[in-house]
């Protein structure tokens, strides 16, 4: 079993930054890979960012490409969101998930997923 545990959210004015972190405990973390989704209120969840367990591939969605940044630290068994210019429409609960293998977890496919951090971004 592995628990996610995410944090770093909060409220924050269009155009900062805010950086998110995800804390694994239990099972190898090294053999997981590792994504962000996001659900804003009335929406379904959506993929934000993945990243291979060896950091070698990494994947984003669209709207956030050249703002947000997915990193991990296999050692410190964590894995990171660095959000910059944020805008109004970034406001979402944000989940960490984790599946095991060598393909990027999906909405439906992820083995866990951690309890959410609101990130809330003011106009």
């Known amino acids: 079993q592995v628990q996610l545990v995410e944090s770093g959210g909060g409220l924050v004015q269009a155009g900062g930054s805010l950086r998110l972190s995800c804390a694994a405990s239990g099972g190898t973390f090294g053999n997981y890979y590792m994504g962000w989704f996001r659900q804003a209120p009335g929406k379904e969840r959506e993929f934000v960012a993945a990243?291979?367990?060896?950091?070698?591939?990494?994947y984003y969605e669209d709207s956030v490409k050249g703002r947000f940044t997915i990193s991990r630290d296999n050692a410190k068994r964590t894995v990171y969101l660095q959000m910059n210019s944020l805008k109004p429409e970034d406001t979402a609960v944000y989940y960490c998930?984790?599946?095991?293998?060598?393909?990027?977890?999906?909405?439906?496919?992820?083995?866990?997923w951690g309890q959410g951090t609101q990130v809330t971004v003011s106009s």
């Open positions: 990243i291979s367990y060896s950091a070698a591939m990494v």
């Open positions: 998930a984790a599946r095991a293998g060598r393909i990027p977890p999906t909405g439906s496919s992820a083995d866990y």
